[in-house]
């Protein structure tokens, strides 16, 4: 049996190259060797866009179809959406009641995001308890490890400290997970900054080629290199610093002497670059022509994400009930009644999470 792994994203737009290299193809890579879980974290998007759910079944989507694009296979994990799984905000309730006060506050990104986005009103219950259900997220697949970028490390330290405080309060139930951390590609966006959504910069996974076109040969370059027989500093070129992650090393070598020496002009560098990254996007494009052919692909891989996941969540909900003793739908008092649809563990009791192998409950 192959090791578990969860990870997520919220679904906050389109996709671009920053978060390709820096996440979505270390996902493409662990499909085979890993029992991979994606989920699209739309419940941790309401932490801080609570006010603007109307788009919410679009970015779903266009997020789904990027994952699709750039190669997860349905028949090679399982990609579903939070909400759409109960289990998430039930366990996240109950690890609430135990989680203390001072981890949530002191988890760093917590106040850095209250600072980032002053402008918005997410003095919030929910948006404090971000790291508790990203912890729930975790724990209900007893995932062993948790790809993630190392901005993501805080949550993933209070999602073992939650674990040890529940096994400690309520026996051994929930699995400390390890993060594997992903190396970060910090891409620079079409002004030279960090390539960021929020700064307005990105190519996208799903730009044409003639918008990658238009957007590289927009790109700023060296500031110093102003008229065409000026020598280049690609070591602080934008440009250049794409090149290293799009065309081949050998190529890259010649345009770093070729700019330095003013034997590249960078208008041709530019078309250079964009031909790169066009011919990298080109297998997306092809999968993606061929699911925009199929409507209602979208759906279904995620209906049937969702009935897997529920499975595997419902599972470690029904441990962690009964190991704290709420488990009514199975108790002979019988107080839950008729469980109904929804509230009640969607598996039967005697199908219990198996065991991750090297690992200690
Ligand atoms: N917080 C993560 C991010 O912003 C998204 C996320 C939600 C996640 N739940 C998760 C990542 C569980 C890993 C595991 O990137
Ligand atoms: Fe940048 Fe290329 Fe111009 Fe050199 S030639 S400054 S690397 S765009």
Same mark, same amino acid.
């Given at each position: 049996?192959?090791?578990?792994?969860?990870?997520?994203?919220?679904?906050?737009?389109?996709?671009?190259?920053?978060?390709?290299?820096?996440?979505?193809?270390?996902?493409?890579?662990?499909?085979?060797?890993?029992?991979?879980?994606?989920?699209?974290?739309?419940?941790?998007?309401?932490?801080?866009?609570?006010?603007?759910?109307?788009?919410?079944?679009?970015?779903?989507?266009?997020?789904?179809?990027?994952?699709?694009?750039?190669?997860?296979?349905?028949?090679?994990?399982?990609?579903?959406?939070?909400?759409?799984?109960?289990?998430?905000?039930?366990?996240?309730?109950?690890?609430?009641?135990?989680?203390?006060?001072?981890?949530?506050?002191?988890?760093?990104?917590?106040?850095?995001?209250?600072?980032?986005?002053?402008?918005?009103?997410?003095?919030?219950?929910?948006?404090?308890?971000?790291?508790?259900?990203?912890?729930?997220?975790?724990?209900?697949?007893?995932?062993?490890?948790?790809?993630?970028?190392?901005?993501?490390?805080?949550?993933?330290?209070?999602?073992?400290?939650?674990?040890?405080?529940?096994?400690?309060?309520?026996?051994?139930?929930?699995?400390?997970?390890?993060?594997?951390?992903?190396?970060?590609?910090?891409?620079?966006?079409?002004?030279?900054?960090?390539?960021?959504?929020?700064? *307005?910069?990105?190519?996208?996974? @799903?730009?044409? $080629?003639?918008? %990658?076109? &238009?957007? =590289?040969?927009?790109?700023? #370059?060296?500031?110093?290199?102003?008229?065409?027989?000026?020598?280049?500093?690609?070591?602080?070129?934008?440009?250049?610093?794409?090149?290293?992650?799009?065309?081949?090393?050998?190529?890259?070598?010649?345009?770093?002497?070729?700019?330095?020496?003013?034997?590249?002009?960078?208008?041709?560098?530019?078309?250079?670059?964009?031909?790169?990254?066009?011919?990298?996007?080109?297998?997306?494009?092809?999968?993606?022509?061929?699911?925009?052919?199929?409507?209602?692909?979208?759906?279904?891989?995620?209906?049937?994400?969702?009935?897997?996941?529920?499975?595997?969540?419902?599972?470690?909900?029904?441990?962690?009930?009964?190991?704290?003793?709420?488990?009514?739908?199975?108790?002979?008092?019988?107080?839950?009644?008729?469980? *109904?649809?929804?509230?009640?563990? @969607?598996?039967? $009791?005697?199908? %219990?999470? &198996?065991? =991750?192998?090297?690992?200690? #409950?």
């Amino acid at each position: 049996m192959k090791p578990r792994l969860l990870s997520g994203m919220q679904p906050s737009g389109m996709l671009h190259l920053g978060n390709w290299l820096g996440a979505l193809q270390n996902w493409v890579a662990l499909q085979d060797r890993y029992d991979c879980y994606y989920m699209v974290a739309d419940l941790h998007s309401l932490t801080t866009g609570y006010d603007r759910t109307a788009a919410m079944p679009e970015r779903v989507k266009s997020l789904v179809l990027d994952w699709l694009a750039a190669g997860l296979d349905p028949d090679r994990c399982v990609m579903f959406v939070q909400s759409a799984v109960a289990e998430h905000s039930q366990l996240a309730l109950l690890l609430g009641m135990i989680t203390p006060l001072g981890w949530v506050e002191r988890v760093p990104t917590y106040k850095e995001k209250l600072r980032e986005l002053s402008e918005r009103e997410i003095q919030t219950y929910g948006f404090l308890g971000y790291p508790v259900l990203q912890a729930a997220d975790i724990l209900l697949y007893a995932a062993a490890g948790v790809p993630v970028g190392q901005d993501q490390l805080p949550h993933l330290e209070m999602t073992r400290e939650i674990a040890r405080r529940f096994n400690h309060l309520y026996g051994p139930v929930l699995v400390e997970p390890e993060a594997l951390l992903t190396e970060a590609a910090v891409l620079p966006g079409t002004d030279g900054r960090k390539m960021s959504k929020s700064y *307005g910069n990105v190519i996208s996974l @799903s730009d044409a $080629a003639e918008m %990658v076109e &238009q957007k =590289i040969r927009s790109m700023q #370059t060296d500031p110093a290199r102003v008229r065409r027989t000026d020598k280049g500093h690609p070591e602080v070129c934008p440009v250049f610093t794409l090149h290293r992650y799009f065309t081949p090393a050998d190529a890259v070598a010649q345009i770093e002497i070729d700019c330095k020496s003013a034997a590249l002009g960078c208008v041709d560098c530019k078309r250079w670059l964009a031909k790169s990254v066009n011919t990298a996007l080109e297998p997306l494009r092809e999968r993606r022509a061929v699911i925009e052919q199929a409507p209602g692909m979208v759906q279904e891989v995620l209906a049937a994400g969702a009935v897997r996941a529920r499975s595997a969540a419902g599972a470690t909900l029904h441990r962690v009930s009964a190991a704290m003793h709420l488990d009514y739908t199975q108790r002979e008092d019988g107080y839950g009644g008729d469980p *109904g649809p929804g509230l009640a563990p @969607s598996v039967p $009791a005697d199908s %219990v999470a &198996q065991p =991750i192998p090297g690992q200690s #409950t």
